[in-house]
């Protein structure tokens, strides 16, 4: 992984930056304690390492092995002992044959860069989502595992996403619509973990709305936004704060009353 030079100011990317003398984590409030600057190197992910130690945003991998330490991606590092993500060792992880599958990040609104992303070694296939607890996926066939992006995953006999099964979803059938909600198989529509419940799937598609320029679903029947439905299909719909309301209160009630109030 490439060496990212060393600010000598605050960066919103890449966090560390240097006076000259010491180091700093953010602000000039949070100094890197102990770390040599002669040796310090900063690597994608905010993982940085020097002759003493290994770091993750400012904190130190108190059992990395500088020597060996290798950064994969935003998402992972490892070394000859252990495999990383930011929260520290991961947990059944084989370093010798650990590799990622994709990035390791996603962009956010203005350039923000999350680490997220699959990894796998001889016996297990991990997701990792930034600050969360990396998930060991279950009953997954690691010979047919294909990452199709960061979020989504699938083999032989199951579709993954965020590293949890799809419920229901046919591997064999399933495709993704866009690179982060919608996708359908044979029988469902889905958005993200989420069934849409009576979707036609024949004629499901996605579109945005001429007027206002949001992004949602249809079929031949409804208008969706993520999972719920929010009006009566038709070529001319745009978003009618209105008309949405008008239709859920007599289409899903419960759900209306959740968050417009009776």
């Given amino acids: 992984m490439t060496r990212i030079d060393l600010p000598t100011a605050s960066d919103a990317e890449i966090k560390y930056f240097t006076d000259g003398n010491k180091i700093y984590w953010l602000t000039s409030d949070y100094e890197v304690k102990g770390a ?3 040796t310090f190197e900063l690597y994608v992910g905010w993982f940085a390492k020097d002759k003493n130690h290994c770091y993750f945003e400012g904190a130190v991998f108190k059992k ?4 060996t330490f290798e950064v994969l991606s935003w998402a992972f590092a490892k070394d000859k002992n252990n495999v990383y993500t930011n929260r520290g060792i991961l947990k059944d992880a084989d370093p010798e044959s650990f590799e990622i599958m994709g990035n390791g990040y996603e962009l956010g609104p203005a350039g923000w860069v999350t680490p997220v992303g699959y990894g796998k070694d001889a016996n297990n296939i991990f997701y990792y989502a930034y600050g969360t607890k990396t998930i060991k996926l279950k009953d997954v066939d690691i010979k047919t595992f294909v990452e199709i992006n960061n979020f989504y995953g699938k083999d032989d ?3 993954f996403y965020n590293g949890m099964k799809l419920k229901n979803a046919n591997s064999k059938t399933w495709k993704l619509l866009d690179g982060y909600a919608y996708s359908i198989d044979d029988m469902n ?14 004629t499901f ?6 007027k206002y320029g949001g992004e949602y679903a249809k079929d031949k029947n409804y208008i969706y936004n993520h999972s719920i439905r929010i009006g009566v299909s038709r070529e001319d ?8 309301k008008e239709f859920m209160k007599k289409d899903d009630p419960k759900y209306y009353a959740k968050w417009y109030g009776k």
């Fill in 36 to 38: 040599d600057l002669s």
């Fill in 205 to 210: 598609v996605l579109f945005s709305d001429k």
């Fill in 189 to 202: 529509a889905y958005c993200g973990k989420e069934l849409i419940n009576g979707a036609d799937v024949e």
């Fill in 157 to 159: 006999n199951f579709v």
């Fill in 237 to 244: 719909w745009f978003f009618n704060e209105n008309e949405i």
């Fill in 64 to 67: 990395a092995e500088t020597e």
